[in-house]
């Protein structure tokens, strides 16, 4: 089938660089003679009919900004075929050939029963701020979201520091410790807790009384939210810990948000020019990723089947290195 007219559309939680992986599509389509569509308020707005059509202006002046002008939702209506048929009726009654889907897990698992059930043409961008997408080193958003996060935290260290405390980080990450362990690299924390490994608050005891002994008083413990809250866990050390003053912060929302990083950015646009050019090629039902900084499709079921792994060297590291 020859391509004539695309759809793109934003789903799932929101992440920084999703507008600049909506510019690379609508202006690589429109470099390629595409017609381009964009879907507001993803699957929702496709059962929807939220539909208009867009041209190379409609993505001037986003490429800095964080959100996703196409707007996003949680949407696991999605799931009931019969709003999936209303989905691929609206896009038949626009003429839409073919879908760019940019967004997480969800979006993935979306984008598979489009195609599988109804042969949508469908190509996935991976745009999470918890980079928990096997088949991508890294997902569009991941790399603001840690620095946004970072920066936060080397603020924090400072009061800390002066006070003397212990703070309780407490950053995103449902399912996965990627944000955290990446976070408590870059900022030098103490400790990390992810949902990967069995917390060990008696262990991290054992280090801040040690700390406190050879006169180091404050420190950072990186939570990941997925494992405990920040306030559980502050209540857990305080509880082991006598005399340690322990205050929690709860980065939450403002990791989605922001203007994305450089990285952010260049990942989104290559990832948005691929996710176009595979649609050209006939190459559906796969999720553009960068594997050792190589744009690569993997299948979306495989990808869905596959539950990304941390690297237990980099876990390992944060002890080495606090201790
Ligand atoms: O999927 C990204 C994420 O930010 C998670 O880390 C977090 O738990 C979740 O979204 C929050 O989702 P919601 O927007 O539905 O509150």
Not at 139 to 152: I, K, P, R
Not at 177 to 191: N, P, R, T
Request: aromatic share 4%.
């Amino acid at each position: 089938m020859k391509i004539k007219t695309i759809g793109v559309l934003t789903t799932g939680g929101d992440a920084s660089g999703m507008n600049a992986a909506i510019r690379a599509v609508v202006r690589t389509a429109i470099f390629h003679g595409l017609k381009v569509y964009g879907i507001n308020r993803g699957y929702r707005g496709l059962i929807d009919g939220e539909i208009a059509e867009m041209g190379p202006t409609s993505v001037s002046g986003i490429i800095n900004r964080g959100g996703t002008i196409l707007k996003t939702i949680r949407c696991p209506e999605f799931r009931d075929k019969k709003n999936q048929k209303k989905a691929v009726e609206n896009l038949e009654c626009y003429g839409i050939d073919a879908l760019v889907v940019i967004g997480g897990n969800g979006s993935l698992a979306g984008g598979a029963a489009l195609y599988y059930n109804w042969k949508v043409p469908v190509v996935n961008i991976p745009a999470s701020i918890d980079n928990d997408l096997a088949f991508t080193d890294y997902t569009v958003g991941f790399d603001t979201a840690v620095n946004t996060a970072l920066e936060a935290i080397d603020k924090i260290r400072d009061t800390a520091t002066s006070h003397d405390r212990v703070f309780v980080v407490e950053v995103m990450g449902r399912d996965n410790g990627l944000i955290a362990l990446e976070v408590a690299l870059a900022s030098g924390a103490e400790a990390v807790l992810i949902p990967e490994i069995k917390p060990d608050i008696g262990k991290i005891c054992r280090l801040l009384d040690k700390g406190h002994k050879r006169g180091k008083h404050s420190s950072i413990i990186i939570v990941a939210e997925g494992v405990m809250s920040g306030q559980d866990a502050a209540a857990e050390i305080r509880k082991r810990t006598k005399g340690l003053e322990v205050r929690v912060s709860v980065l939450g929302y403002m990791q989605r948000g922001g203007s994305p990083t450089a990285f952010s950015r260049a990942l989104a646009a290559r990832l948005g020019e691929a996710a176009v050019v595979l649609l050209l090629k006939g190459r559906y039902g796969r999720m553009v990723g960068v594997i050792g900084n190589k744009v690569i499709a993997t299948d979306i079921k495989k990808v869905l089947r596959t539950k990304k792994t941390i690297d237990l060297s980099d876990y390992k590291l944060v002890g080495v290195l606090s201790s």
